[in-house]
């Protein structure tokens, strides 16, 4: 079964950047599209970045595009996401969940969907 786990989250200050890392393993994840999501508090989770099992396409929520970005290296096992410019709106508990939609054109995710432990990501001055 797949499993993943997220890590790089962190305390930063408005206008910084911090990379989360997202570690699959469990299968074989070349053929899976990975997305990152974020809850705040109080909040419903939201799609972030979806990147395809190739890295070809992607996809981003309208609040990060510009200062986003996802990236995949599946020898590795990994998916990255830099973030940069960051908002205190930002905060909030990112995860990473698979697989998404074949070609990310949305941040669907599957009945099957495996999701990571979550880590805290809080801008603050």
């Known amino acids: 079964q797949l499993q993943l786990v997220e890590s790089g989250g962190g305390l930063v200050q408005p206008g910084g950047s911090l990379t989360l890392s997202c570690a699959t393993s469990?299968?074989?994840?070349?053929?899976?599209?990975i997305g990152w999501f974020r809850q705040a508090p109080g909040k419903e989770r939201e799609g972030v970045s979806c990147?395809?099992?190739?890295?070809?396409?992607?996809n981003y929520a309208d609040s990060v595009k510009g200062r986003f970005t996802i990236s995949r290296d599946n020898a590795k096992n990994t998916v990255y996401l830099q973030m940069n410019s960051l908002k205190p709106e930002d905060t909030a508990i990112y995860y990473c969940?698979?697989?998404?939609?074949?070609?990310?054109?949305?941040?669907?995710?599957?009945?099957?969907?495996?999701w990571g432990q979550g880590t805290q990501v809080t801008v603050s001055s």
């Open positions: 469990g299968v074989t994840v070349d053929y899976y599209a």
């Open positions: 969940a698979a697989p998404l939609d074949y070609y990310c054109s949305g941040f669907r995710v599957f009945p099957t969907v495996s």
């Open positions: 990147i395809s099992n190739s890295g070809g396409s992607t």
